[in-house]
């Protein structure tokens, strides 16, 4: 009797096992691809700093980049970055100004990866900066949601920051309080009875001010949208709040919220969203990681992306 138990007991096994194994594999050959992407996306760099009449190394970096990406920069409006052109000219002249101080190359000291999905990611990295006699001139360092199309993998947002780690926890606090808020903002639009948008508007359009313009969502299975407009904002988060209502959703909680700060002004912040019904249950649960910027009006979501909640980022 105990024979077939045993040998089935050993099939589960084996067949997790293999599951297992086959999951580490995509990751890995996930991690590989993104890597792969970096080295490549630092040639055409290094290709234009050797040659600056190699203006094709310049466009070859631009398309690197998602339709509408952002580059967040200390004291830069973020503005989507629509046109190759223009991004492939301004890069060259920053990398102009490098070579005029004497780098002659660039090389990646480092690159962290973690998959948020199979089509989604967060990566940092330090870039080291060497002159033409090997010293080295600086290091930078940037973090980067990326998103993998039919082209392969884009960068959606670069946020450009210095490669010493900065003692700014004090600004945690700041950026918790407006999560809570952005969260309050939610559960007051579920609050509100019926179906009725007037009823809950005061709330969505609370929502929409919490969300810099322009902002990028992307979903979990890595559906890109541009927000341009309060009303846009305002129009998503009442269909997926009537959404939710028809599921009997009556409250949503932050189970873990993780927050790290990148700059002065930038945080990233990824946490565990609850959906709950009446009597406290979760109806589901999801991740969700945001890039936060502070501004004249305060803290704003610059991207948000939705993952599994067991790839909630490992920033603390």
């Known amino acids: 009797m105990g024979k077939p138990i045993f040998y089935f007991i050993l099939l589960i096994s084996l067949n997790c096992f293999i599951n297992n194994a086959q999951a580490n594999t995509g990751k890995m050959s996930q991690n590989q691809e993104i890597i792969t992407f970096f080295d490549d996306y630092m040639q055409h760099y290094n290709d234009y700093i050797k040659d600056a009449d190699n203006t094709n190394a310049l466009k070859q970096m631009a398309t690197t980049y998602h339709k509408s990406a952002f580059q967040v920069i200390s004291g830069v409006p973020i503005s989507p970055l629509d046109n190759l052109n223009e991004l492939a000219k301004g890069s060259g002249r920053f990398l102009d100004s490098l070579v005029a101080q004497g780098v002659a190359y660039i090389k990646w000291q480092k690159i962290n990866i973690e998959l948020l999905t199979d089509v989604t990611a967060y990566a940092s990295n330090v870039g080291v900066r060497y002159k033409k006699d090997g010293t080295v001139f ?5 973090d980067y ?5 039919q082209a392969g993998w884009k960068i959606v947002t670069l946020v450009l920051r210095s490669s010493q780690e900065r003692n700014n926890s004090k600004l945690i606090p700041e950026v918790n309080a407006f999560l809570t808020a952005y969260l309050k903002h939610h559960n007051d ?9 007037t009823q809950m508007m005061p709330a969505l359009m609370a929502v929409s001010e919490d969300l810099n313009l322009p902002a990028i969502n992307v979903t979990q299975d890595g559906n890109f949208v541009l927000f341009t407009s309060k009303q846009q904002i305002a129009k998503d988060t009442q269909s997926f709040i009537f959404d939710l209502k028809k599921q009997g959703v009556t409250h949503i909680n932050y189970d873990k919220t993780q927050i790290k700060m990148l700059t002065n002004e930038t945080a990233l912040a990824s946490n565990i969203a609850s959906i709950n019904k009446a009597d406290n249950s979760a109806l589901f649960k999801f991740g969700m990681t945001y890039l936060i910027r502070k501004g004249d009006k305060g803290w704003k979501i610059i991207t948000r992306t939705t993952h599994p909640l067991n790839n909630i980022l490992r920033i603390n």
């Open 189 to 197: 639009a579920l609050e509100d009875e019926g179906d009725d948008s």
């Open 145 to 149: 949601l990326l998103i993998k199309t």
């Open 138 to 142: 600086n290091r930078a360092a940037a």
